[in-house]
């Protein structure tokens, strides 16, 4: 018996031991491989797989993997995979998740040198000011934006006209008038939604519900948490009275709006998303795009309100992973400036994909002007900011995603959802 | 080595014996003692899934996970998610497929009983992603599933919440559950039931006594050590849902109601960083299952002999 | 249920017998159906009220294929790379390989624990019980560790060598060789036979339904594992087929009917498996009945 446990006692030693020592690093000179971890996207993919064959030619040593994943997974990967010490070479993920990698020293400042810049002034001055703040920290810039977007909101016109209503007139241009457009729109049989005017982008509560609390007076701050009750017991009202438990216009359940915008079955009049969603309606259901029956109207605020919010803008970065050996990184930076800011690229990001990369030349540019509806979405930049990404964002967003299934789905008073919820982000603020 | 001479028999069998157990045990010590032992030790520290360094903190995480509200998903509110989901689904199931496992044990044509078999059994073969998959549209307020209560409660155009509601969602998941698993657990029971002597039942049939009887006084009490057997593996297997649940959350709905323990622990540890505090939750689990364990042996060992 | 003894052979016990098993039969079956049926629809189809059973004849005329573009689309996935079969091809791998190790240790260990005294052997045995308390969202971050200490992440032995075995396999054949009759070894053992000779020249050979029986809950259970490969397999080709549908559950162009489609061919091996090796899947009784005879 004694002996048994001596032996496995003994085995787990050894096992730790030699789980401990860390891997040896690979030389500078020998081949170089990178690890690329990137969301799906499979415009994006189309565009990339080309850049990487055609960076390859460039640099015959270097060797490309890339990894893709659903949004959420990516996430759940890259921390895993840094828990433990490995992880991609360079990496993109929203910058409310990536932020944090900078504040932890995981990521790399940028290479300046490499990607053609004096300093990181320099590389700044290269976008629209203030739009990539988000990734100097301490005189360093630590990422190279892949996309900045907003959302706006999507509009079938042949579903309005259905209704009864003239997309171009009748268009809700407050929350007000879309909940009144939508119960026009909407169809039931019995309680049951078979046609939806809008619905929201549920789990994504940082970017287009702390706007509608803003509109309101209210905000989420790193310090105090929910400021503003009234704002917030006011937003999470609205939310209650479009559920089940009030007009039953919409819920979380339900197939997302987005998807099923695109197939235009007459099951959903507006949805809201991104400029990228033009790429994806293209490929999905050419007729729909060309038919000319679908539109963008800028993001609705309260009739009341007392600032002018639109959704929040949030970015995506390319990051390198500092804990790579030197040489990598350097060609981590080396690929990304390829795909990033090779002359052209950003325009095909924008035309193939949808992706707006804040660079003044690009954004200034004709192209942008050229895309659908780019002026809305930029009239919608102009009055947004971008999403929430200080500490607890991950974690503060569900805490709202589930105060709002509260209210939504177990008609769960606001006040008293607000105070749960006003709880819970301090706890998290907290920690 | 001047024992040798005295190694008799037995003690050369009991080497190879234990020689036997080896890989196994090489197995389990790396891919489970070191694990665990490892998620024990990161349950003492404030280990975060990026930063650099991390501290000990002595059972810190053990307190806060007891006093205070996780960021809203509190392990109070999972212990409960998991045992409504538990009790819920362990307790019908043992029941139910002991049930119909009688039942199909009475019926006469074996390809009938065949069937049932087969077709109770089919949708535990499936891939719990599939499973989830198909329920989520079945329960969808315009799915079949929805038009089938409607069609049942003879009402029209009402929306059963099988998602949306608190308990209609936690309901959904047990029957998820229970539709997969139902004819695994049936088969179970025949395997026990065909287990006991037929000569038993003839000698009941032969004092006369009903079908009724034979079952609540003969049958019962003769398959009680397979009926602890199952009701374990059913509870320790209930104790560890995570996929539906998982899917389902994965796919809008609310995540408190059935915000069960492995779920908090994946939220916690892989969505949300906190790895220390997911570690004490997992430490919390492993505990409570080691506990039920023990007490299934204590309540067993009486009948550990039972053998036919 | 008190006239139960004046009920004839075809009385109501039996029709309430059957009308509960029939409404069982209908629970467990009709989802299934519904995905086989739906799988030929398209999502309007599928989400309209009531549901109409029966695919549209217009889904199979050569215009609009609708039943041709559902398989095609849960083939092709979403960038036409027909990743499907190799992720298929992996799932098949890994579980068999598994199946494989798991009967393998698993009878091996089963059989010292269950036939041979040696001191600690019940400490062996309470250990390795106590690994099935263990759920694996426990252990997952130190064993992905583990893994990628040794290189294993994005490789097929690393989604292999986790589950080479399982504590309820050692389990199964311990319960099982504890039965067998001591004798037979015995007697191998008078004849001369060394006892690795005995194992798999007796017991094995004498332990083939319990062997078929765990091989195929070993291979269902990889079938079905969702969280390690979620981990472990990063690199599209090394996926398995759980992940798969996950993944193209949550895609942009995808509807219910190409979801099921590509719910039904996930399954398809599992049901041939199934459907020929029933005896097996169904086994318990059987186990016992070759045991008795």
């Not at chain 3, 139960?4 to 039996?14: A, L, P, R, S, W």
């Amino acid at each position: 018996m004694k002996k048994a446990l001596v032996l496995l006692l003994c085995l787990v030693m050894t096992l730790t031991s030699v789980f401990a020592q860390g891997a040896s690093e690979p030389k500078a000179d020998e081949p170089i491989t990178l690890e690329f971890w990137t969301h799906e996207d499979s415009a994006r993919q189309v565009l990339e797989e080309r850049y990487i064959e055609e960076f390859k030619q460039l640099h015959p040593n270097v060797t490309v993997n890339v990894t893709r994943q659903s949004a959420e997974k990516l996430r759940e990967l890259i921390q895993t995979a840094f828990a433990s010490g490995e992880g991609p070479s360079f990496f993109n993920l929203p910058i409310e998740n990536e932020f944090q990698y900078i504040e932890a020293g995981r990521v790399a400042p940028a290479d300046y040198k490499t990607l053609g810049f004096k300093d990181a002034k320099d590389l700044l001055a290269n976008y629209q000011d203030g739009m990539i703040d988000a990734v100097y920290y301490d005189g360093d810039v630590y990422g190279l934006p892949l996309e900045l977007t907003n959302w706006s909101i999507f509009l079938n016109k042949k579903v309005f006209r259905d209704a009864g209503l003239d997309p171009e007139k009748d268009y809700p241009k407050t929350w007000e008038e879309m909940k009144e457009v939508s119960k026009k729109i909407v169809i039931r049989d019995g309680d049951i939604i078979t046609r939806r005017g809008f619905d929201f982008r549920y789990s994504y509560e940082l970017t287009y519900f702390i706007p509608m609390v803003e509109q309101l007076g209210g905000s989420l701050s790193e310090k105090d948490g929910c400021v503003n009750k009234e704002a917030w017991v006011k937003a999470l009202t609205f939310m209650k009275e479009w559920g089940p438990q009030g007009e039953n216009l919409g819920n979380p359940t339900l197939t997302a709006a987005r998807k099923l915008f695109n197939k235009d079955n007459n099951d959903i009049a507006m949805c809201n998303t991104g400029l990228y969603q033009e790429a994806r309606i293209l490929s999905d259901n050419a007729a729909f795009y060309n038919s000319g029956e679908w539109m963008v109207v800028p993001y609705p605020v309260f009739e009341d309100a007392v600032k002018d919010v639109a959704g929040c803008y949030y970015g995506h970065f390319y990051m390198v992973n500092a804990d790579k050996p030197k040489a990598e990184q350097q060609m981590a930076w080396e690929l990304i400036k390829y795909f990033l800011l090779t002359e052209g690229h950003a325009e095909e990001y924008l035309t193939q994909v949808g992706l707006i990369q804040p660079t003044k030349a690009l954004m200034e540019g004709a192209t942008y002007a050229a895309q659908p509806y780019s002026e809305v979405f930029k009239n919608d930049f102009a009055r947004s900011h971008i999403v929430y990404y200080g500490k607890g964002a991950t974690e503060i967003q569900s805490a709202i995603n589930s105060a709002i299934k509260q209210v939504m789905l177990q008609g769960t008073d606001p006040s008293v959802a607000y105070d749960a919820l006003q709880k819970n982000v301090l706890e998290i603020l907290a920690d | 080595m001047k024992h040798e001479k005295k190694f008799s028999i037995e003690k050369q069998q009991a080497k190879w014996g234990f020689a036997f157990t080896i890989p196994c045990l090489l197995f389990f010590a790396v891919f489970s003692f070191y694990p665990i032992i490892s998620a024990f030790i990161t349950s003492l520290t404030n280990r975060d899934a990026i930063k650099r360094t991390w501290d000990f903190i002595g059972l810190d995480n053990y307190v806060y996970l007891f006093t205070q509200s996780n960021g809203g998903f509190s392990l109070i509110n999972s212990l409960k998610a998991t045992g409504i989901f538990t009790i819920g689904t362990f307790i019908p199931m043992v029941v139910v497929s002991l049930i119909l496992a009688v039942m199909i044990m009475q019926l006469r044509k074996p390809g009938q009983s065949k069937m049932f078999e087969l077709a109770f059994y089919t949708p535990a073969v499936l891939s719990s992603v599939v499973a989830a998959t198909i329920w989520m549209i079945l329960f969808q307020p315009t799915g079949l599933f929805n038009q089938l209560s409607n069609f049942v409660m003879r009402s029209s155009g009402r929306d059963f919440q099988w998602l949306t509601n608190d308990n209609m969602l936690r309901i959904s998941t047990i029957i998820v559950y229970f539709w997969k698993y139902i004819g695994y657990f049936t088969i179970l029971f025949i395997t026990g039931l065909a287990s006991i002597p037929p000569t038993i039942y003839e000698a009941a049939i032969v004092d006369g006594s009903s079908r009724w009887h034979t079952f609540w006084k003969i049958t019962l009490p003769l398959l009680k050590p397979t009926i602890m057997l199952v009701s374990i593996m059913a509870m320790l297997q209930c104790l560890k849902t995570f996929s539906t649940q998982y899917m389902f959350v994965q796919g809008g709905t609310a995540r408190e109601p059935i915000d069960v323990i492995t779920m908090n622990i994946y939220y916690t540890g892989v969505v949300n960083r906190r790895l220390g505090r997911s570690s004490a939750m997992s430490i919390i689990l492993f505990v409570i299952m080691l506990f039920f364990t023990f007490l299934q042996f204590k309540t067993q060992k009486g009948d550990e002999d039972v053998e036919y | 249920m008190n006239n139960n003894k004046f009920v004839g052979k075809v009385g109501v016990g039996e029709v309430i017998t059957y009308i509960v098993l029939i409404l069982v039969l209908i629970f467990t079956i009709l989802p299934l159906v519904f995905m086989v049926t739906a799988a030929f629809m398209d999502a309007k189809q599928i989400m309209s009220m009531p549901y109409t059973w029966i695919p549209s004849k217009k889904y199979f005329t050569s215009e609009s294929r609708t039943f041709f573009t559902n398989f095609q689309k849960a083939i092709l996935g979403n960038h036409g790379e027909k990743i499907f079969f190799t992720n298929l091809l992996n799932s098949l791998v890994v579980a068999l390989t598994c199946s494989i190790t798991t009967v393998l240790m698993a009878s091996l260990c089963g059989y010292g624990l269950a036939k041979f005294n040696f001191k600690g052997k019940t400490l062996v045995f309470m250990l390795i019980m106590s690994t099935m308390m263990i759920p694996f969202e426990a252990i997952m971050i130190p064993l992905y560790l583990v893994a990628s200490k040794f290189k294993l992440i994005n490789t097929i032995p690393g989604l292999i060598i986790p589950f080479l075995v399982s504590a309820f396999g050692v389990f199964q054949m311990r319960q099982y060789l504890l039965t067998f009759p001591s004798e037979y070894l015995d007697a191998a053992r008078v004849d001369g036979l060394g006892e690795f000779k005995i194992y798999y020249k007796i017991v094995l050979p004498n332990s083939t339904p319990v062997i078929a029986t765990l091989g195929i809950l070993s291979f269902r259970n990889q079938w079905d594992n969702l969280l390690w490969p979620l981990l472990c397999s990063q690199a599209e080709k090394m996926k398995t087929v759980p992940l798969y549908i996950s993944k193209f559950a949550e895609e942009k162009q995808t509807d219910e009917g190409a979801l099921m489609a590509c719910a039904l061919l996930a399954s398809i091996p599992m049901f041939i498996l199934f459907f020929s090796l029933s005896k097996y899947f169904l086994g318990g009784a059987a186990v016992y009945e070759s045991r008795k005879g």
